[in-house]
């Protein structure tokens, strides 16, 4: 799943940029958000390809992680000083959920089907 909704988030980007991409992060106050929507996209659509082949799983699953941590931070912090803990936790779930399941990624790979595996039989 981290796979496959980071590599559709990276398409989003690029296909409605004005609400996923430049425009969003504009919205939401980050610098250079032409540059950031088209950087930002990019490593979740290689990052999501990587991770659902399975291919330099940890590796691509760092990115996804800090990705994760940043979205957090700049749009969920403003919900909690705003509306409050509950809200916050309600509104953050998936990134919650994307962030621990990149987290998990990175300590445990991508398992026994993945192509690392497969890599690391043959050696």
Do not use: Y
């Amino acid at each position: 799943m981290v796979g496959a909704v980071f590599l559709s988030e990276g398409i989003q980007k690029f296909l409605f940029p004005a609400i996923r991409g430049a425009g969003r992060f504009e919205k939401i106050g980050l610098p250079s958000p032409e540059f950031l929507g088209a950087f930002v996209g990019t490593f979740e659509i290689v990052c999501g390809a990587l991770i659902l082949l399975g291919l330099l799983t940890r590796l691509a699953s760092i990115p996804t992680l800090v990705i994760m941590l940043v979205a957090i931070a700049t749009t969920k912090s403003e919900v909690l000083a705003n509306d409050g803990f509950w809200a916050m936790m309600h509104g953050s779930r998936t990134d919650w959920a994307m962030l621990l399941g990149s987290l998990f990624l990175i300590i445990k790979g991508g398992g026994k089907w993945s192509v690392d595996s497969i890599f690391q039989k043959n050696n």
